[in-house]
């Protein structure tokens, strides 16, 4: 496709010329994403309400045992939290998650989940306490796949909700993670939420490239760019 500029009479400075070929640029790969196919990676994962399969998961540090099968939180209000090191609002989430855990006790049980192996994630999260001046108490899954594959996404964080009865109730942003929406939780199981959703081109090798995801869906209209790895 041809672009034709129209001839002026005063050149136009090299810097505009370049933004404004950067610009005409940008839009035209907006339109070319838009005419390919474009799958919600969340939609062919457990869906809301739909049981959530009783998998044991290994690698768990900083809990009672290195081992749990997910039914050792029934009755209790269960938020997975997929993170990585490298995933700054993530990592931001921590005293967040801590402090709630703290409120609610017993009734509720985050745990952080990664794919990345604890050699890597351990003296991380040793050093964050450490700039944090406190420990945090959440129960960490390291080298993660089993509960990666049960709620496939790219975009990170991503928190996955089970509540009392084993029941999904919900696919979520950070925004979700509120003291209002866990109380809610706890009262009604079928409390909703506002739902998350990862969506990619279906024509993309997604193992060899980065995207830059704008994560947009606050409903307070925050904005938060994070760099995902797809893996």
């Known amino acids: 496709m041809a672009i034709l500029w129209p ?6 400075p090299a810097k505009s010329y370049i933004l404004c ?35 044991t998961v290994s690698n768990i540090h900083n809990y009672k045992t290195s081992t749990a099968k997910l039914s050792d939180f029934r009755g209790k209000l269960l938020i997975i939290d997929f993170w990585a090191t490298w995933c ?19 009734k509720v ?27 945090f108490e959440l129960p960490v899954v390291t080298g993660d796949t089993s509960l990666h594959r049960l709620f496939p996404h790219r975009i990170l964080p991503h928190y996955a909700w089970i509540n009392k009865k084993g029941l999904l109730q919900g696919i979520t ?3 979700e993670i509120t003291t209002l929406n866990v109380q809610n939780s706890l009262t009604d199981p079928t409390y ?7 969506f990619y081109r279906a024509d993309v090798d997604l193992k060899n ?15 938060y760019f994070n760099i995902t790895e797809l893996l």
């Open 88 to 106: 700054s609002p993530c990592v931001a989430m921590i005293p967040k998650m801590d402090s709630l855990q703290k409120v609610f006790g017993d």
């Open 7 to 12: 001839k002026l009479k005063h050149r136009i």
């Open 21 to 55: 070929l950067l610009a005409v640029t940008f839009f035209m790969c907006l339109n070319a994403l838009g005419q390919n196919q474009t799958i919600d990676l969340t939609a062919t994962g457990i869906q809301i309400g739909q049981q959530v399969p009783d998998i």
């Open 109 to 135: 049980q985050f745990v952080s989940v990664t794919y990345q192996k604890e050699e890597e994630v351990l003296p991380f999260l040793e050093k964050f306490e450490k700039q944090q001046g406190k420990h």
């Open 192 to 198: 909703k939420l506002i739902q998350k959703r990862d």
């Open 209 to 223: 490239i980065v995207l830059l995801n704008p994560v947009v869906s606050s409903p307070r209209n925050e904005h």
């Open 173 to 175: 942003e950070l925004f």
